[in-house]
């Protein structure tokens, strides 16, 4: 991974660029599509199959649909041809062995996976060397097939127009800035600048330190923090103190948000140096004052999605009270669900529609007339207890961490915590800082009184930390990315 980070960075990159902006208006979304393609592919050889089927199938159904304009019935076809091969796809290589694993366990059987059956088939003819075992998630599955399926969506309700080029739909679909990790870009937000758009220095410039904060946020935070929480992870949990358990998940809290906003914030500076405005997915979702203020502004292009394409759809708050809490349950259960497939993942979604249910019918209005302080540390807290359902390996493990954290070992502090907190209190300093709007207030500040002083430095302070991002990756073992395997 760190390897291919550091191709990606100074040769993928660099080249891709310099082909599309030598290259004429006419040929750049052909650019978009075969980097697109080659970029997955880098990951992923034989699953860009799996985009390439979904990207052709909601291509094909948009032309159908637009060529049945008048007949609402066959219109309706080409939309649930559209959202079955998607969901297909994501019950087929996201979900099949959640479902199996669950009948085998409630039933105590042992049936086996007909993908995996199909894929030794295949190995035994090929050699493909396919997974025997499990079904293997394509990278980003959950984030192209949602995409692309909202373009067939809003053409269907007449909310955009349909687009004939194949190469251009396959653009917007393997625009390689945000193909596996978001943020989710729906084709309303870009269907302007896919046809025609605007591509000046301003933009670049803009886009490049969008991408180098992004960069700084994903290296220099997320993977130091990281590390702490992979060492705290793998140990006993019946032997870790309180504080440790406390740390460890602190740690976590921190890296996934700096991981995730990281890497969406490189995707949209990349969008803005190929001229396009990516959609904001974050806003300091650590400094909310209530759970549902945190779900605006927590990964904000996903709940979008679910808002447009699902609460609505079941009719959101406008059949009563009964119906709308309902509705939010359904929409929280398949949250949860969209990002893993297993019970830790629906739980921690419900976890969170819970909670949001009962700021809705009251609680929210409390919240409001408390101190600030008390509202943020109460969705703070309640927002850490979630990343404990989302990050452990199963119940178990999550109800033993829960344990560890208060009191189960019997020992709050040990060596193990004093020794955390000694060689980390740094990095916890800089991610505190920079998960709120201090930073930026700073800034604004400064500009406000001397502003050609951030102008002329703002440059160098961008090479220096391209630089120091460099050198931490040649010698970095440990860079995930955490939202890949969604």
Known sequence: MVFSSLIFLYIFLPVVLILYFISPMKIKNLIIFVSGILFYAWGEPICVLIMLLST????????????????????????????????????IFKYSDFIIDSVNAIFNLEILNPVVRLNRFINS???????????????GISFFTFQSMSYTIDLYRRNIKVQKSFINFSSYVSLFPQIVAGPIVRYEDVQKEIDTRKINVNMA?????????????????????GILWTSIKAMDYSEISV?????????????????FSGYSDMAVGLGKIL??????????????????????????????????????????????????????????????????????????????????I???????????????????????????????????????????????????????IDGDARYFIITNILIFVLCIFGSTDLFGKILSKIKSKNNALIEWSAPFIQVILILVCT???????????LYFRF
């Open 56 to 91: 052709v199938v909601d291509y094909t159904a948009g032309i159908f649909m637009h060529k049945f304009d008048d007949d609402q019935k066959k219109r309706t076809i080409c939309l649930i041809v559209s959202v079955v091969m998607n969901i297909g796809l994501l019950a």
């Open 125 to 139: 003819i090929f050699d493909l060397g396919l997974n025997e075992e499990r079904v293997d998630l394509p990278i």
């Open 205 to 225: 410039a803009d886009g490049i330190a969008i991408f180098i904060k992004g960069l700084s946020k994903k290296v220099l935070l997320a993977n130091n923090i």
């Open 243 to 259: 504080v440790t358990a406390w740390i460890g998940i602190l740690a976590f809290t921190f890296q996934i948000y700096f991981d």
């Open 275 to 356: 001229g396009f405005n990516f959609p904001q997915n974050f806003d300091h979702p650590y400094m909310s004052k209530s759970v549902s203020e945190f779900w605006r502004r927590w990964h904000m292009t996903l709940g979008s999605w679910f808002k447009s394409y699902v609460y609505i759809s079941l009719g959101g708050n406008r059949k009563g009270l009964p119906r709308t809490l309902i509705n939010l349950i359904i929409v929280w259960a398949l949250t949860g669900l969209w990002h893993g497939s297993s019970w830790n993942f629906v739980i921690w979604g419900l976890y969170f529609g819970i909670i949001i």
């Open 358 to 412: 009962i700021e809705r019918i009251g609680f929210g209005k409390i919240l409001e007339k408390l101190p600030s302080f008390v509202s943020t540390l109460y969705t703070f807290i309640l927002v850490v207890f979630g990343w404990v359902l989302f990050d452990t390996v199963d119940l178990p493990s999550c109800l033993n961490y829960f344990k560890a954290m208060f009191g189960g070992s019997g020992v709050f």
């Open 471 to 481: 050198s931490f990756l040649v010698n970095a073992t440990y860079n995930p990315f």
